[in-house]
């Protein structure tokens, strides 16, 4: 850039800085109860200093309560059955055939695509179920499942940097199965990349929405929440420790905004631990409404004739309906809610040691809305605090335990604004997105729906 | 990208599936950022060609205005999409050779299937006897000979009909060809890390 072109981009940000802007850092499972906890404790100092003159709120995130459906509910506003990301996996129309949703499934504008409609740019960093990276007026850098760096930059131009800065997508989260140090070791490593990646683009670029993600928080939590937990654990200090420096990242984004510059934080779900893992599949197949075609099915492709509901992952419930599935066995109408009814009855019954499993069956009427209701599970669960539920097709248990933790939460999200006057309600992620609109002064969809808070 | 115009002409029975499968073709054409029109002979006849009758010669009028606006429309670089039951082979061909770049779908359906359907309630009129020159019933329907897409809406879902228009534009060049997002190793590598964190 030559000395008068900086001069002329240096004059146009001094006039531009009078413009509402929006930074926010993503916590990926990040719980409210634990900011709590850390704000009081002492771990997160420049956290605690935030929230004396901010709104740190409880949040209720959209089920399944995983980071694809959750992000997207973040960064559209509006719920599955409108943008269309129900989990980490869906099938193909007509048939059981798995796919992986990404970028390109999402039915709906995201909000940078919004704000693009009204000359804003926006850099966006390592938010879940933006992969592969579309463009944008702004720079993106996809986040989870992204595989390939290259395909998860836009613009092009924005590659060498990276290169440059050694950013990497993920930690090997394969690191945790080795040992727990190098798996550590592996999460700070991408953190101090992913930290550095955040401070360049937030100083380099322009930009009226700055979204920064963290996601080590979720990898450290499915395998180490029994360190958090347990105070005498050998690898406590290693867990808190990473939050002191998520704490120290906030402290120098906070450190560098301008009074014009809104500040928010939130996660995409909470975490708590795991008492058992809880198979649906099983259940189902236990119970009569599903069969598969060899012993240990990798997946719901190879269900068996006759096959009257199926799960997939965590807590999707499908009716095996005629029409819909290649192989439907159930009548529409009176049939399938019979159906519906008594596989939620028999869900509710489920125990464990005496206890409950599952908090809650939703039919998907309760917690849907939009043009893709056909698509939308049929029933969707929430467990209990402990109960995580999976959609494993090869398990010949109910419950029992692997190598995870932690669990994820769907009423302890977190959300920060750094105002005081914002709607007395419990926040829900999909009134992110709107808020974020309203601040920046630009309309908000009629079909979104969260509120905005402010 | 600079958008290559075209027609894209439904034909067929009333209750085929004409304007089911013209609403979910246009999404998929906007995700893509294309301008998009949709002409459907129910709206038409309120307003562009509000008066017609049911006559052959009203018939081929109402087909002709629809063919005519598509034209603009595609010569301006918009997808005109027409979803009307345009009967007549003749009149079809003819708006063929003046739009050039068009592409017919015969949504084909057998009558007794619309009949059953009965969407808008008017085979039961029609069959009553209320309704006097009725397409199918009592005014013919002639088949197209030579469309670009043909789908059976008796057997196939709206979503897999969509799939073979949607295939069949982007194999003639006027959708972007939808590459997949994941090379096989890919998803591999996508289904490896799902599992790491027991999502697979
Ligand atoms: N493959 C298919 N394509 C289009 N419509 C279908 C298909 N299968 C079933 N249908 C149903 O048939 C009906 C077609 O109605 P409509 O689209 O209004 O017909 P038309 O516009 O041709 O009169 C709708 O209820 C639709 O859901
Ligand atoms: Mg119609």
Request: aromatic share 12%; proline share 6%; glycine share 8%.
């Given at each position: 850039m030559g000395i008068l072109d900086r001069l002329r981009s240096l004059g146009k940000s001094q006039v531009e800085s009078k413009e509402k802007k929006v930074v926010l850092l993503g916590l990926d499972g990040t719980p409210y109860t634990l900011l709590k906890q850390f704000c009081a404790d002492g771990t997160m100092p420049n956290l605690?200093?935030?929230?004396?003159?901010?709104?740190?709120?409880?949040?209720?995130?959209?089920?399944?309560?995983?980071?694809?459906?959750?992000?997207?509910?973040?960064?559209?506003?509006?719920?599955?059955?409108?943008?269309?990301?129900?989990?980490?996996?869906?099938?193909?129309?007509?048939?059981?055939?798995?796919?992986?949703?990404?970028?390109?499934?999402?039915?709906?504008?995201?909000?940078?695509?919004?704000?693009?409609?009204?000359?804003?740019?926006?850099?966006?960093?390592?938010?879940?179920?933006?992969?592969?990276?579309?463009?944008?007026?702004?720079?993106?850098?996809?986040?989870?499942?992204?595989?390939?760096?290259?395909?998860?930059?836009?613009?092009?131009?924005?590659?060498?940097?990276?290169?440059?800065?050694?950013?990497?997508?993920?930690?090997?989260?394969?690191?945790?199965?080795?040992?727990?140090?190098?798996?550590?070791?592996?999460?700070?490593d991408v953190f101090e990349k992913r930290r550095k990646t955040i401070l360049h683009l937030f100083d380099q670029e322009k930009w009226s929405l700055f979204i920064g993600t963290i996601t080590e928080t979720d990898r450290l939590h499915h395998f180490m929440w029994d360190a958090l937990v347990?105070?005498?654990?050998?690898?406590?200090?290693?867990?808190?420790?990473?939050?002191?420096?998520?704490?120290?990242?906030?402290?120098?984004?906070?450190?560098?905004?301008?009074?014009?510059?809104?500040?928010?934080?939130?996660?995409?779900?909470?975490?708590?631990?795991?008492?058992?893992?809880?198979?649906?599949?099983?259940w189902l197949k236990d119970n009569g409404y599903l069969k598969f075609t060899s012993d240990q099915?990798?997946?719901?492709?190879?269900?068996?004739?006759?096959?009257?509901?199926?799960?997939?992952?965590?807590?999707?419930?499908?009716?095996?309906?005629?029409?819909?599935?290649?192989?439907?066995?159930?009548?529409?109408?009176?049939?399938?809610?019979?159906?519906r009814a008594e596989i939620a009855d028999g869900l509710r019954a489920i125990t464990y040691q005496g206890k409950p499993v599952i908090k809650k069956v939703f039919m998907k009427e309760d917690v849907f809305r939009g043009p893709l209701m056909e698509q939308s599970p049929d029933l969707i669960v929430l467990s209990n605090y402990g109960f995580d539920m999976k959609g494993s097709t090869n398990k010949q248990v109910l419950m029992d335990r692997e190598i995870f933790t932690g669990m994820h939460t769907q009423d302890d999200a977190h959300f920060l604004i750094n105002r005081k006057d914002i709607l007395d309600k419990k926040p829900h992620i999909c009134d992110i997105a709107p808020t974020i609109m309203k601040e920046l002064g630009v309309a908000i969809p009629s079909d979104v729906s969260g509120t905005a808070l402010i | 990208?600079?958008?290559?115009?075209?027609?894209?002409?439904?034909?067929?029975?009333?209750?085929?599936?004409?304007?089911?499968?013209?609403?979910?073709?246009?999404?998929?054409?906007?995700?893509?950022?294309?301008?998009?029109?949709?002409?459907?002979?129910?709206?038409?006849?309120?307003?562009?060609?509000?008066?017609?009758?049911?006559?052959?010669?009203?018939?081929?009028t109402n087909i002709r205005r629809i063919g005519f606006v598509c034209h603009l429309l595609s010569r301006n670089g918009v997808a005109a999409i027409s979803a009307a039951i345009s009967p007549y082979r003749e009149i079809r061909d003819e708006v063929r050779k003046t739009i050039g770049d068009f592409v017919e779908v015969y949504v084909h359906c057998p009558l007794e299937v619309c009949a059953q359907r009965d969407v808008k309630g008017l085979y039961a009129k029609a069959m009553a006897g209320e309704i006097p020159s009725f397409t199918g019933v009592s005014d013919p329907y002639e088949e197209p000979l030579n469309p670009e897409v043909v789908v059976d809406s008796s057997k196939e879902t709206p979503e897999v009909s969509a799939k073979k228009i949607l295939k069949k534009l982007e194999e003639l060049g006027y959708l972007p060809k939808t590459e997949e997002v994941y090379s096989e190793e890919e998803e591999e590598e996508v289904k490896r890390r799902l599992e790491e964190l027991g999502y697979f």
């Open positions: 605690a200093k935030i929230v004396a003159s901010s709104s740190l709120k409880q949040m209720d995130v959209s089920i399944p309560e995983v980071s694809s459906t959750s992000w997207t509910c973040f960064y559209t506003g509006m719920n599955p059955a409108q943008h269309g990301i129900f989990g980490f996996l869906d099938l193909q129309p007509n048939s059981y055939k798995i796919y992986f949703p990404n970028s390109k499934s999402v039915k709906v504008p995201a909000l940078w695509d919004i704000l693009g409609n009204y000359g804003k740019r926006s850099v966006v960093i390592n938010v879940p179920e933006t992969y592969p990276a579309k463009p944008l007026n702004g720079s993106l850098i996809s986040g989870f499942v992204a595989t390939d760096l290259k395909k998860a930059t836009y613009p092009p131009e924005l590659l060498p940097t990276l290169t440059e800065l050694k950013y990497r997508l993920d930690p090997d989260a394969q690191k945790a199965r080795e040992s727990k140090d190098v798996f550590l070791e592996d999460i700070y347990d105070k005498n654990h050998p690898y406590h200090n290693g867990f808190v420790d990473f939050y002191r420096r998520v704490d120290g990242l906030i402290g120098e984004v906070y450190d560098r905004l301008d009074s014009n510059t809104t500040f928010m934080m939130c996660s995409d779900h909470g975490f708590t631990s795991i008492e058992q893992q809880v198979y649906l599949n099983f099915p990798k997946s719901v492709e190879e269900i068996a004739p006759g096959s009257r509901a199926f799960a997939l992952d965590p807590t999707r419930i499908y009716i095996n309906l005629k029409g819909k599935y290649p192989q439907g066995t159930v009548e529409p109408g009176a049939e399938y809610e019979k159906l | 990208m600079s958008q290559k115009g075209f027609t894209l002409w439904f034909t067929g029975l009333s209750g085929a599936g004409k304007t089911t499968l013209a609403h979910i073709v246009e999404a998929e054409m906007r995700k893509h950022n294309l301008r998009v029109e949709i002409l459907d002979g129910d709206v038409v006849r309120t307003n562009l060609s509000k008066g017609l009758g049911f006559s052959k010669e009203d018939r081929d």
